[in-house]
């Protein structure tokens, strides 16, 4: 295999990255085939028979949930002659069946039914399931799969930080469990996967990129809408394993935010009966602390974002060509008008009538034609870089502009595409 890591510099990369097909190849082998790479929530397919098509890198997967109440992963290719089994999106059934000679997979991958099964005078159909990731793992109900059967735990993987993120997406819900079940949108665009990761962590863009969001929000509203600015006591924060985040832990959690946070909700009969049952599960400080939080916004390295209320999927495709889901996560055991207004919200930004993540789309797309212009080849992530800093915890942080989440996810790709 080439050597492609001499293309990641410390603080800038080559724009080869994203337009040499070779290097996508190598990332498939590197990291989607090695790594562990999020799957789906296991509440997308809540009952015996559910299943949603996903994928490992380029490789179709089926996501289901057998008759025992497991979660499953499957490949999505027929033992016969690798024909797809499961071509809808996403439904429910009892059975795989393969419908170019019938072979038929139960929920949990087992070949249940051959046709005409007498012509094979010697075949062992316990060989023949389904093929699966080599492992399988799962935290809070985030899915997650390893093609390889040796390496870290998900766990691990995670990390405490990171696991603690997801704590607190979760616990906005009084019963501490998220329901991703309310539809999702589905993004293209033709250009790197990397684009996409490295921009819904990107602290600096929103106010240019965004602008006339902002601007609109401003018209009709009266507010005065903008994210960060160079004044912004938010962070950003490396935390190991290319998974990064913007912390607003600071300014949202300063007493003041919190009761603001607090009384706005509780102007509300739903609001208030919501803050009720999240200190009664919860304990005053930490409901407090979570609802002020409101979620995260987090890069879970390579294909996962958990961003306010949103659970997004990237999915590399081929160099040039990405596919991203974004599903709005609703929270188990609270009033309606709780999820309605996480819908609401998410609609606003990231719906395909939404007034955000077009913008986005469309850096992306200038992105990709500016890379055709080979000249000064390198993409420049230098912001703030003398104003990193270890924290107790051993993770890093810089101010929420700088480019410290794109550096620590170039690190990481770096050290797994030497493995
Ligand atoms: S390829 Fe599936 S039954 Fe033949
Ligand atoms: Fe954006």
């Not at 997650?144 to 405490?160: C, K, M, T």
């Not at 709005?328 to 990231?350: C, H, S």
Request: charged fraction near 25%; hydrophobic fraction near 35%.
């Amino acid at each position: 295999m080439n050597d492609y890591t001499s293309l990641v510099a410390d603080d800038a990369v080559h724009g080869d990255i994203y337009i040499d097909p070779n290097v996508f190849e190598a990332e498939l082998d590197a990291i989607f085939a090695k790594a562990w790479v999020f799957i789906g929530h296991a509440s997308e397919v809540p009952a015996a028979g559910d299943f949603k098509r996903k994928s490992i890198g380029r490789a179709p997967v089926i996501f289901c949930r057998d008759e025992t109440d497991s979660v499953q992963v499957l490949m999505n290719r027929c033992r016969h002659r690798a024909a797809t089994v499961c071509q809808e999106d996403c439904g429910r059934t009892k059975r795989f069946r393969c419908e170019y000679h019938g072979w038929t997979y139960r929920l949990d991958g087992t070949l249940d039914l051959i046709p005409y099964a007498d012509a094979y005078d010697d075949i062992d159909r316990s060989t023949l399931s389904l093929s699966k990731p080599a492992r399988i793992d799962q935290y809070r109900g985030f899915v997650f799969a390893s093609l390889a059967p040796d390496g870290e735990s998900l766990i691990d993987f995670l990390g405490p930080a990171v696991r603690r993120q997801i704590d607190n997406f979760c616990d906005l819900s009084p019963l501490g469990e998220i329901d991703v079940r309310a539809g999702s949108a589905l993004l293209a665009y033709d250009g790197n996967w990397k684009l996409q990761m490295e921009n819904s962590i990107d602290g600096y863009h929103p106010n240019f990129t965004h602008q006339s969001f902002f601007q609109a929000v401003h018209e009709q509203s009266g507010q005065r809408v903008s994210t960060f600015d160079g004044d912004s006591d938010a962070q950003t924060r490396a935390m190991g394993h290319g998974h990064t985040l913007l912390d607003y832990s600071r300014p949202n959690l300063t007493p003041a935010r919190v009761r603001h946070r607090i009384e706005g909700l509780e102007r509300s009969p739903a609001g208030r009966d919501y803050v009720a049952a999240m200190v009664d599960a919860h304990g005053e400080a930490r409901a407090h602390e979570v609802i002020a939080l409101g979620g995260t916004h987090m890069n879970v390295f390579p294909n996962l974002v958990l961003l306010n209320q949103q659970v997004r999927t990237i999915h590399p495709i081929a160099h040039n060509r990405t596919e991203v889901t974004l599903a709005p996560a609703l929270l188990k055991g609270v009033p309606d008008e709780i999820n309605t207004q996480r819908i609401r919200q998410f609609e606003a930004f990231y719906s395909p009538n939404g007034g955000g993540i077009h913008d986005d789309i469309e850096m992306f797309n200038r992105v990709f034609e500016g890379l055709r212009c080979a000249q000064d080849p390198w993409l420049l992530f230098k912001r703030g870089t003398h104003r990193e800093e270890q924290a107790e915890d051993g993770t890093t942080v810089a101010h929420v502009t700088d480019e410290l989440p794109q550096r620590a996810m170039y690190r990481y790709w770096k050290e797994r595409m030497w493995v």
